[in-house]
T-cell receptor, first 111, second 113 residues
Framework: DAKTTQPNSMESNEEEPVHLPCNHS???????IHWYRQLPSQGPEYVIH???SNVNNRMASLAIAEDRKSSTLILHRATLRDAAVYYC????????????FGKGTKLTVNP | KAGVTQTPRYLIKTRGQQVTLSCSPI?????VSWYQQTPGQGLQFLFE???????NKGNFPGRFSGRQFSNSRSEMNVSTLELGDSALYLC????????????FGEGSRLTVL
């Protein structure tokens, strides 16, 4: 299974931007990059996904390197509610909804 | 629309017993997948069902099984429970495409004594 590497933890201040990095050097040409987050005592929640181009939605932006070996999830203005574990996942191809979760990055947001 | 519903939310069993967990997906979703989350191993994929057929399976022993009904509701069963089966069991539903998002339930927390 394709692997991703993320920092164990990051810290940010409220209302400041947050850049969460992810390395995926073994990504295949057709693998999509997905980000999920898990708030305390909840199931994971979809954040964003992309293939090659940068993507924006109401929650975040996803910046994908030109060689696709890394990506960055950008929270433009962190709030206390963004404190969660963020998972960067490569979507395994082959007609399956299998997600391979790594350890993720625990984001702490300081008031 | 209603989200993914998992029941029961909490349960306690003893070693050797068996347990059945239920998952009702979002209306219209045909894929249901199950994950186990423990502090040591993190989130691990158990299996996925699509239109009543198991489409993929993770690396878990045969004590872990599941099924999906014609209305897309799914159940998973763990037989001969072991202490190490204590975990949060999460169900996710999706439309079944390879790029769509998965919607997770809040999970069923199983404690094995």
């Amino acid at each position: 299974d394709a692997k991703t590497t993320q920092p164990n933890s990051m810290e940010s201040n409220e209302e400041e931007p947050v850049h969460l990095p992810c390395n995926h050097s073994t990504i295949s040409g057709t693998d999509y990059i997905h980000w999920y987050r898990q708030l305390p005592s909840q199931g994971p929640e979809y954040v964003i996904h992309g293939l090659t181009s940068n993507v924006n939605n109401r929650m975040a932006s996803l910046a994908i390197a030109e060689d696709r070996k890394s990506s960055t999830l950008i929270l433009h203005r962190a709030t206390l509610r963004d404190a969660a574990v963020y998972y960067c996942i490569l979507r395994v191809q082959g007609g399956s909804e299998k997600l391979v979760f790594g350890k993720g990055t625990k984001l702490t947001v300081n008031p | 629309k209603a989200g993914v519903t998992q029941t029961p939310r909490y349960l306690i069993k003893t070693r050797g017993q068996q347990v059945t967990l239920s998952c009702s997906p979002i209306s219209g979703h045909r894929s249901v997948s199950w994950y186990q989350q423990t502090p040591g191993q993190g989130l691990q994929f158990l299996f996925e069902y699509f239109s009543e057929t198991q489409r993929n399976k993770g690396n878990f022993p045969g004590r872990f099984s599941g099924r999906q009904f014609s209305n897309s509701r799914s159940e998973m069963n763990v037989s001969t429970l072991e202490l190490g089966d204590s975990a949060l069991y999460l169900c996710a539903s999706s439309s079944g495409t390879e790029t769509g998002e998965l919607f997770f339930g809040e999970g069923s927390r199983l404690t094995v004594l």
